[in-house]
């Protein structure tokens, strides 16, 4: 059993930044890697960036590379979500999330075993 805790939304002005942190407990595997994904009002929950744990390596959505950066903190298990040049459309709920057994590059919401609450992201233009 994995539990994730998330921070760090809020409401910021378009071109604004947030942090967005996710800790883990319980235990994980060596293969275990954590995504973050968000979902607008009446849309499909939609992956943002991940992480594999074992190596760092990271993937984005098109639509937010060059703006969001993960990063980690080995020793409290978490990962953060910087944002920059945040647009009005990045508006969501923001949910990390974590798949035990990751491979290959794909990221799917139904591939992953265990989810965060949640943490509200809202840019006004």
């Known amino acids: 059993q994995v539990h994730l805790v998330e921070s760090g939304g809020g409401l910021v002005q378009a071109g604004g930044s947030l942090r967005l942190s996710c800790a883990a407990s319980g235990r994980t595997y060596s293969s275990y890697a954590m995504g973050w994904f968000r979902q607008a009002p009446g849309k499909e929950r939609e992956f943002v960036a991940g992480?594999?744990?074992?190596?760092?390596?990271?993937d984005y959505a098109n639509s937010v590379k060059g703006r969001f950066t993960l990063s980690r903190d080995n020793a409290k298990n978490t990962v953060y979500l910087q944002m920059n040049s945040l647009k009005p459309e990045d508006t969501a709920v923001y949910y990390c999330a974590v798949d035990q057994h990751f491979y290959g590059s794909t990221w799917r919401t139904a591939r992953m075993d265990y989810w965060g609450q949640g943490t509200q992201v809202t840019v006004s233009s």
């Open positions: 992480m594999r744990w074992s190596g760092g390596s990271t």
